[in-house]
């Protein structure tokens, strides 16, 4: 190892130490000890805590390159393959590190809970990987799971080694953040309420009274000192709020852990969302409560410690917030769909009521999602968005609002703002029912775009006011929001040109040829989203009839304009020449004439009758060879010759051959043969074996699609192109 890479080791483990020393809490522990280990250790790297009861819970994730987001989101979510011999839960069975110095396919599968999960670990390109216990307290309570592959580099023995003295550090920073064992947690309570006075401790005697609270207790409980607050007793507090649990549900005195220890029991932390009644302020706060006993056992006081975790909570309700909402806004090309999700996730977290309204073709606002808490007033809440979504418009100030962008707090929805929007007689008294108070009103807009819409949030009519950290979080959803419908309005008119310009690339039919019959088949590979490079043509030439499939390198814009190219090429060199090795010869003069390498590989024929004699001349250019089919046997047929624009001559030659009637000479592009399954590609064997019985042209078209569409196996990468021509009976 260089002596730069053991400074920058050193330095990481000084970094974790840091970290370590600084009392950090858990959730920014994790980000921030990840960012230390990738990239200097790493590429990928995943931390997991592990329960005493055994379960493991993935706390972190983090990936150096392209696409991060996406697999990090992946990293969280998956579970490891409890019995998967190696990797990390052989790490953890066994106690000790883990080395897979060479990463393969073999290990993936063996560690992949499926075929999904497997796909997400192929992407990770990871070339080495070291999984290694966390120990605390005498326990393995995680693990650590390091890997790399985009860098370049690789792990031996040393990195193992180092990863254990790393994996030490970690479990120490981690166990300092709150992730130490539940008995130990216990133990340490009492000591951390008489160190903790800068939050709020009360202290109650056996016989419930309040003894002592400092002066943190006072500000929390929003009274005018700790003597106000010793003098109010536990029921007078209580009404001073509403207390629900994380899950909505409204919680009691009885159930918060100071009632609990008062029992003399040894309540776990309760967070509960607490809103003060007179003001509607929401905060979350962490209860703690340790009971004290006497010498001879007896309950002697109560020591709760009252934590406000309401910034963090609220950074990571938003933070989960945007998360869900780009996830649903990108699972879905239905823009309307997505914003629907947006808002019923908005709800009740941020608001009580959610709209989203979008310009029209004519810029009149239309509301196309909406969402309120109270399932009984949805529909209500739905007929009132539309009926003021088609009066917005109509206000000058309102589009001149959103127009420049301006998002604003409204504090509360009185009768003047009802009658601005214009809102009368049955209606407004059907908006009052809705009984909201304080609103928001965002415009979606995309940088360097125009606004689209109207992200309207409101709260029910309680004391509760937005402020400005719901501002910022309802402009960033918004904002969120207006470029996932601007790339899916993107996508489908990109989808929509790509297509027609695939289509205008294709013969609308094939013609009739006299003495033949012809099929074909085109599947453009993936959403269609992009143009491919493969396709056919027949015409009449001066000696008969000539067919095409051809193959373009590339996709998109370029490869479109090569196949145009290709396409006409051949056909205007076919007509006047007649000959398909002279028509092979224009287009790869013309491809050299281009200003870089253009490759095009093409099986051109040429059928004729003469006398009741029909024949075929087959001419190959970088292409997969036709296949003749005579009496369920078929052969390939054709002398492989170089791609068209590779090089000045290509010494192309035809091979030509007797068409009885009946038989049948497929052409195709190698996408055919190149369709991806489970575990290995299509091939000419499979293709072969579907075409042995086709009764017709037609039918051996149907049998190749079949066949391909039931062998293939997750998005496809290349278009396929085939044309079937069969020799009609005499007469």
């Known amino acids: ?3 730069r890479a053991e400074q920058d080791r050193l330095a990481l483990l000084a970094s974790i130490d840091e970290i370590t020393e600084g009392g950090v809490l858990l959730g920014e522990t994790v980000a921030r000890l990840l960012e230390f280990v990738v990239p200097s250790f790493a590429d990928v790297a995943t931390l997991d805590t592990i329960s005493p009861s055994g379960e493991l819970t993935r706390i972190g994730s983090r990936v150096q390159g392209p696409g991060r ?73 995680g693990a650590l799971a390091c890997g790399v592959g985009t860098s370049g580099r690789d792990y031996g023995p040393e990195d193992l080694r180092f990863a254990e003295v790393l994996s030490a550090r970690l479990a120490l920073a981690l166990d300092n953040a709150g992730l130490s064992a ?26 419930g009274p309040l003894v002592f609270a400092n002066e943190a207790a006072a500000r929390l409980l929003g009274l005018g000192s700790p003597e106000a607050v010793v003098a109010a007793t536990a029921e007078e507090l209580m009404a001073l709020y509403d207390v629900f649990d994380e899950r909505g549900r409204r919680l009691s005195l009885a159930d918060l852990p100071s009632a609990h220890a008062a029992r003399g029991q040894t309540p776990r932390p309760l967070l509960v969302r607490n809103v003060i009644r007179a003001t509607g302020e929401q905060r979350w706060l962490l209860h703690k409560a340790t009971p004290v006993f006497d010498a001879d056992g ?56 959610c709209a989203v309204l979008m310009h029209g073709d ?19 809440g739905r007929e009132v968005g539309a009926a003021v979504a088609a009066r917005l418009g109509e206000f000058p100030g309102v589009a001149a609002a959103i127009a420049r962008r301006n998002a604003r707090v409204i504090p509360e929805i009185g009768e003047e703002l009802l009658a601005r929007v214009g809102l009368e007689g049955e209606l407004r008294e059907r908006a009052r029912d809705l009984r909201l108070g304080s609103l928001i009103m965002v415009p979606l807009a995309a940088a360097g775009q125009p606004p689209i819409g109207l992200l309207a949030l409101a709260v029910g009519d309680t004391p509760r006011r937005f402020d400005v950290a719901d501002l910022v979080l309802a402009r960033e959803l918004g904002h969120r929001a207006a470029i996932a419908v601007e790339n899916a309005r993107l996508y489908s008119e990109r989808s929509q040109i790509a297509s027609t310009l695939q289509r205008s690339l294709l013969p609308p039919e094939l013609p009739d040829v006299p003495g033949f019959r012809l099929a074909s088949s085109y599947q453009a590979a993936g959403e269609q989203n992009d143009v491919g490079g493969d396709f056919y043509d027949a015409f009449a030439v001066p000696r008969g009839w000539m067919v095409v499939v051809g193959d373009v390198a590339g996709r998109g814009a370029e490869a479109a304009a090569l196949t145009s190219l290709s396409r006409y090429t051949l056909r205007t060199a076919g007509k006047l020449l007649g000959d398909p090795v002279a028509a092979l010869e224009q287009l790869n003069a013309a491809l050299r004439e281009g200003p870089g390498l ?22 190959l250019a970088g292409h997969p060879p036709a296949l003749h089919i005579r009496s369920r046997t078929v ?48 091939g000419e064997e499979r293709l072969a074996a579907a075409l042995g019985d086709g009764e017709s042209a037609a039918d051996t078209v149907a049998r190749i699609e079949r066949a391909v569409s039931g062998f293939a196996y997750g998005p496809q990468v290349d278009d396929t192109a085939v044309i079937v021509v069969e020799r009609a009976g005499r007469g």
């Open 362 to 380: 004519e810029g009149a606002l239309a509301l196309v999602a909406v969402a309120h808490s109270d399932p009984e007033k949805a529909a209500l």
């Open 598 to 619: 253009s490759l095009v590989s093409v099986c051109c024929v040429l059928l004729r009758v003469a006398e009741d004699v029909a024949s075929a001349e087959v001419v």
């Open 69 to 141: 987001e996406e697999l990090e989101r992946g990293l969280l979510q998956r579970r490891p393959v409890a019995e998967a011999p190696v990797g990390l839960p052989r790490a953890l069975s066994s106690g000790e590190g883990q080395l897979i110095e060479r990463m393969a396919d073999e290990h993936l599968r063996a560690i992949a809970a499926d075929q999904a999960d497997y796909e997400l670990l192929r992407a990770l390109e990871l070339r080495s990987m070291v999984d290694v216990p966390l120990l605390a307290r005498g326990r393995i309570v």
């Open 1 to 3: 190892m260089s002596t």
């Open 298 to 353: 007896s309950l002697s006081m109560v020591v709760s410690v009252i934590e406000d975790l309401t910034e963090v909570k609220r950074g990571e309700l938003a933070q989960r917030l945007l998360a869900e909402a780009g996830q649903a806004l990108s699972s879905s090309l239905q823009y309307e769909e997505g914003l629907q999700r947006v808002a019923e996730l908005a709800v009740p977290g941020l608001a009580d009521w």
């Open 182 to 207: 539940v008995v130990s947690r216990l133990e340490q309570r009492l000591e951390a309420t008489l160190t903790s006075l800068a939050e709020a401790v009360l202290v109650r005697d056996a016989a």
């Open 635 to 682: 052969r390939p047929v054709g002398v492989f010759a170089p791609f068209l624009g590779a090089y000045p001559h290509g010494r192309w030659e035809a091979i030509t051959i007797e068409l009885a009637s009946g038989d049948q000479l497929v052409l195709y592009t190698d996408g055919v043969i190149d369709t991806v399954g489970e575990e290995e590609r299509f």
